[in-house]
């Protein structure tokens, strides 16, 4: 199995862990060339009495502390997670409580601690996880920023649907060196069953299963999208902040000042409370996005059913967005 550049190798107590941890990766694709750095996870049936305060992390329902190469990681439901991550691999136990019935809530903490270990992996392997949407054509690929909801993976349809390609609709690796390069991590879309209306030949969405109990979302395969569609890596040229409306006004661009371009992109990135990766984090963004062009995308309410939505958003990179 893979996750991007990991080599995923899973060690499992029982079938059911083994399914779940099976499926997680599943998700990642196309797979890499290369894969440099070795990712091992054991998944065990055990009593654990763990003490996580959260020094580094807290999120929905999970709380990490880290010292050093060791991480430490529990959830709500009592999982419990430790991980080495040091020059040459990453190694981690995530320990179940024997009773532990695993239902939607308790599936998404275990994917949590397994996207920590993936996000600690791909740190060290030199990447950066930003959840974003990508979009390439001609010489210009742009990242997609929004928060969770916020329309990324509709506008990154749209656009492949129109002849773009794409490198995923919510989640890439970014590698910050001389000449930053994104790189496609998921072969799939997450798609909102209202999107069926602007999107008409795909599959009825609403019978596809939800992906998690906290989104109505289904996921889509981007050769469902568009065949061909999906590219591996591409050079970043601009950030586009997507701003939604409910109201249905006609699609603007307007042109985002140098100064916003970094703030926006961090948006986009998990900044730890740890003082240390947090500012190799922002340094390293900071550089990477030096040079890139940014504009906001206005999009109103239905704005997919008529054409002129596309003309101001590829107009923006010909032309260039407006000032205000």
């Not at 991980?83 to 998404?108: H, K």
């Not at 959840?131 to 054509?137: F, L």
């Not at 006609?250 to 970094?262: F, G, H, Y």
């Amino acid at each position: 199995m893979t996750a991007g550049p990991l080599d995923v190798t899973i060690k499992a107590d029982d079938a059911e862990l083994d399914t779940l941890a099976t499926e997680y990766f599943d998700a990642y694709g196309p797979q890499w060339r290369t894969r440099t750095r070795p990712l091992v996870v054991r998944l065990r049936r055990s009593h654990t009495q763990p003490s996580v305060r959260g020094s580094m992390l807290r999120c929905a329902r999970m709380r990490v502390d880290r010292h050093g190469d060791e991480y430490t990681a529990d959830g709500l439901s009592g999982l419990h997670a430790r991980g080495i991550s040091n020059s040459d691999a990453d190694r981690w136990t995530i320990s179940v409580p024997p009773i532990l019935t695993f239902e939607e809530l308790q599936i998404v903490e275990l994917q949590d601690l397994l996207g920590l270990a993936c996000t600690a992996g791909w740190r060290a392997a030199g990447w950066i996880a930003v959840h974003a949407g990508v979009v390439t054509k001609n010489e210009h690929t742009a990242l997609l920023c929004a928060s969770s909801g916020g329309g990324k993976s509709t506008l990154t349809t749209a656009l492949v649907r129109n002849g773009w390609q794409t490198l995923g609709d919510d989640k890439v690796l970014l590698r910050c060196t001389r000449q930053p390069v994104a790189a496609s991590l998921l072969r799939t879309f997450n798609l909102d069953p209202r999107t069926a209306e602007w999107f008409a030949s795909l599959a009825p969405l609403s019978e596809l299963p939800r992906y998690s109990q906290w989104t109505q979302k289904r996921r889509v395969g981007v050769d469902a999208v568009r065949n061909g569609a999906l590219r591996s890596r591409a050079v970043p040229t601009h950030v586009v902040q997507l701003v939604r409306s409910a109201q249905a006004v006609p699609a603007r661009a307007t042109a985002m000042q140098r100064s916003e371009v970094l703030p926006t992109l961090l948006r986009q990135v998990v900044i730890p409370n740890d003082r240390e990766i947090a500012r190799a984090l922002m340094s390293a963004l900071a550089a990477a996005s030096r040079g890139w062009r940014g504009f906001f995308f206005e999009i109103g309410e239905n704005a997919y059913a008529a054409d002129s939505w596309l003309n101001a958003f590829e107009g923006a990179f010909r032309n260039g967005a407006e000032h205000t």
